[in-house]
Every structure is written in structure tokens, then in C-alpha cells.
Nanobody, 124 residues
């Protein structure tokens, strides 16, 4: 079956960096757009970034403002999210998701598969 497994979350201080990873199995990874979303406690899940099948197309949420960078390695079936200059507002559970369609979509309900999430906590 399809599995997406995130890792790399943790507790950091404001200004620090983290690199999240998402390992995919059970699907033809290079056929899927991969997205990162996040959900803070008591809030709706929100779009962070989507990356196209070859990695050449990327769509970031406005709040990223150059702090985050997404990449993927199709040979390893992995997608990464490098997060720099973290602030307490970035505290959330971060999820990776897979979408078989070609568009870099931003709505969670448009994605086909989800990981279980990894907690990122940024202290001030």
C-alpha cells in the first residue's frame, strides 16, 4: 500500500533551521506532485509548498517568503523541506502529500495520499 513517512521534526529555537524528509513507497513517485502542508493546533491545514514531478516547477505559499526550500530525489522516492529562520508561528504538524495530477494544487482535499505528520515546535 501507499505510505508517506515524514521525519526530521523537533523542538528548535527561533531563528534555527530544520530539514524535513518524506519517504514514499507503494506508488510511482516520479508521477506525483508532492506537497507539504502544515496544521497548527486549533487551525485548519494550510498549504506550504508543492513541487512538480521533475522538480522543475515549485509553488510556495506567500508566508514562506524565501525561508523554505523544497526539493525531491526521485531516485530515492523522497521529498525534502528545508526550513530556515524559523519563528514560533511556524509551530505545527507538517505533512507531506501526493497528488497524481499535474497542477501544483494548494487545497488539501485535492491530494490523494498523506503521511502521518511530523511535529515542528519553535520556541521564542
Amino acid at each position: 500500500q501507499v505510505q508517506l513517512v515524514e521525519s526530521g521534526g523537533g523542538l528548535v529555537q527561533a531563528g534555527d533551521s530544520l530539514r524535513l524528509s518524506c519517504a514514499a513507497s507503494g506508488l510511482p513517485f516520479s508521477n506525483y506532485v508532492m506537497g507539504w502542508f502544515r496544521q497548527a493546533s486549533g487551525k485548519e491545514r494550510e498549504f506550504v509548498v508543492a513541487i512538480g514531478q521533475s522538480g522543475g516547477r515549485i509553488n510556495y505559499a506567500d508566508f514562506v517568503k524565501g525561508r523554505f526550500a523544497v526539493s525531491r530525489d526521485n531516485a530515492k522516492n523522497k521529498v525534502y523541506l528545508q526550513m530556515n529562520s524559523l519563528n514560533p508561528e511556524d509551530t505545527a504538524v507538517y505533512y507531506c502529500a501526493a497528488d497524481l495530477h499535474s497542477f501544483l494544487r494548494v487545497r488539501p482535499d485535492e491530494y490523494d495520499y498523506w503521511g502521518q505528520g511530523t511535529q515542528v515546535t519553535v520556541s521564542s
